[in-house]
């Protein structure tokens, strides 16, 4: 993989990960609404449904993001390293 499209994942995992986190605060801002309704519990189940899948794809995006910026953050062992100049012993 080269190290453009390493980054293109990078940026697009990023972006997912901000939406999913959005969804996430909006799911909570619903959800504290709720109590103020007269029947919240079919509701809340739904939401509370809502937010353990949104929960699990944050995290899987987050660790998605992490390899990413790992991957990035190694040397390219195809680039050669500039040689040292011999050692002639004086």
Do not use: C, W
Request: net charge positive.
């Amino acid at each position: 993989m080269t190290k453009r499209s390493v980054k293109r994942r990078l940026i697009r995992a990023r972006i997912a990960l901000n939406q999913t986190i959005q969804k996430i605060l909006d799911v909570n801002r619903n959800r504290k609404r709720l109590s103020f309704t007269n029947d919240p519990t079919q509701r809340e189940k739904v939401l509370n449904e809502e937010l353990r899948v949104l929960n699990k794809v944050a995290r899987q995006q987050a660790s998605l993001v992490e390899h990413y910026e790992s991957v990035l953050s190694r040397p390219d062992p195809r680039v050669q390293q500039p040689m040292s100049p011999p050692n002639r012993g004086f």
